[in-house]
């Protein structure tokens, strides 16, 4: 069964310039994450999607950062523009969501995507 | 907010030894609490998951142990080796994401 999968692994942008990360998540899993990591550090939420939904984006800094997560799969992170800070690792996440409460699934990681900004 | 540390921050270690690494949380109303590991530049891979209901979950060598009340979840490597080397990340989900610690890495010499 294939995993989490991001692409690009890599990207390298100067400053002010847009850029995206795409993300497949394990078949049938129903929520989706984005984290972001910094060298040295645990991931951070940044969104969580339950189906279509976003139902946590509470720690999207919205003003350059944006999400969606079309007809419930495929996902997408966009930053535009980008800063020197934004300089990170961001890892997309997976689970099976259930429906009689919160989230009690096992999360399966994607190998991320390293982005650097100049 | 949940707070997940975990100590140490950096372990070394000779191969054949067994080992603990230790997590805390400060928020006992936990769901579930996962263990990773992270090797360099890689992604995060699932080692253990303890439900709440659980006090702890064996995958070979690993043995990952939760006490809910004390906020305190142990992950045990026994007769560990270099291969172990990795940085091993704990994760809380008070509900509807994981909050993770800082990590421990983790050097096994030969």
């Known amino acids: 069964e294939a995993g989490v999968v991001q692409s690009p692994r890599y990207k390298i942008i100067e400053k002010k310039q847009p850029v995206a990360f795409w993300c497949n998540p394990i078949s049938g899993h129903n929520t989706l994450y984005w984290y972001l990591q910094n060298l040295g550090q645990g991931p951070e939420l940044l969104i969580r999607?339950?189906?279509?939904?976003?139902?946590?984006d509470s720690q999207l800094p919205k003003d350059r950062f944006s999400a969606e997560r079309l007809k419930g799969v495929d996902s997408t992170l966009k930053i535009q523009p980008a800063e020197l800070g934004d300089s990170a690792v961001y890892l997309c996440?997976?689970?099976?969501?259930?429906?009689?409460?919160?989230?009690?699934?096992?999360?399966?990681f994607g190998e991320g995507s390293r982005l650097t900004v100049l | 907010k949940q707070e997940v540390t975990q100590i140490p921050a950096a372990l070394s270690v000779p191969e054949g030894e067994n080992l603990v690494l230790n997590c805390s949380f400060t928020d006992s109303a936990i769901y579930n609490l996962q263990w990773f590991r992270q090797d360099p530049g890689k992604g995060l891979t699932s080692l253990l998951l303890i439900q709440s209901s659980q006090r702890e979950q064996t995958s070979g060598r690993l043995n990952a142990s939760l006490d809910k009340s004390s906020g305190r979840s142990t992950l045990y490597i026994a007769a560990s080796q270099p291969g172990d080397s990795a940085t091993y990340l704990c994760?809380?989900?008070?509900?509807?994401?994981?909050?993770f610690g800082k990590g421990t890495s983790l050097l096994v010499t030969p």
């Open positions: 999607y339950e189906n279509e939904e976003a139902v946590d």
């Open positions: 994760a809380a989900n008070s509900g509807y994401a994981l909050n």
């Open positions: 996440a997976s689970s099976l969501w259930s429906p009689t409460g919160p989230n009690t699934g096992e999360l399966f």
